[in-house]
């Protein structure tokens, strides 16, 4: 394990403070838990870049839309409805 230290202005300090007490968890560690649960979101958000296969079905479904081929809610319902009726 590291320690980092990390400076807050006060007001932010405050509300750090007030979050983790509420929860009822030691601020170090309500600090980390915050940290460490941006960096996993953000890596999600930017995922892996898309495939050239991907971007291309993309393109295709735009351009479907573009085009009036789209298909309603209930339309697509009950395909699935259709296609996984046992």
Same mark, same amino acid.
């Given at each position: 394990?590291?320690?980092?230290?990390?400076?807050?202005?006060?007001?932010?300090?405050?509300?750090?403070?007030?979050?983790? %007490?509420?929860? +009822?968890? /030691? $601020?170090?560690?309500?600090?980390?838990? #915050?940290? @460490? !649960?941006?960096?996993? =979101?953000?890596? %999600?958000?930017? +995922?892996? /870049? $898309?495939?050239?296969?991907?971007?291309? #079905?993309? @393109? !295709?479904?735009?351009? =479907?839309?573009? %085009?009036?081929?789209?298909?309603?809610?209930?339309?697509?319902?009950?395909?699935?409805?259709?296609?996984?009726?046992?």
């Amino acid at each position: 394990m590291e320690t980092i230290a990390v400076p807050f202005q006060s007001d932010a300090a405050d509300r750090l403070k007030r979050a983790a %007490a509420e929860i +009822g968890m /030691p $601020l170090e560690a309500f600090i980390a838990s #915050a940290a @460490e !649960q941006f960096v996993t =979101d953000n890596e %999600a958000r930017l +995922g892996d /870049p $898309l495939s050239p296969e991907q971007v291309a #079905a993309i @393109e !295709q479904g735009l351009a =479907d839309v573009a %085009a009036g081929q789209t298909s309603s809610h209930a339309e697509v319902f009950e395909e699935l409805k259709d296609r996984f009726a046992r």
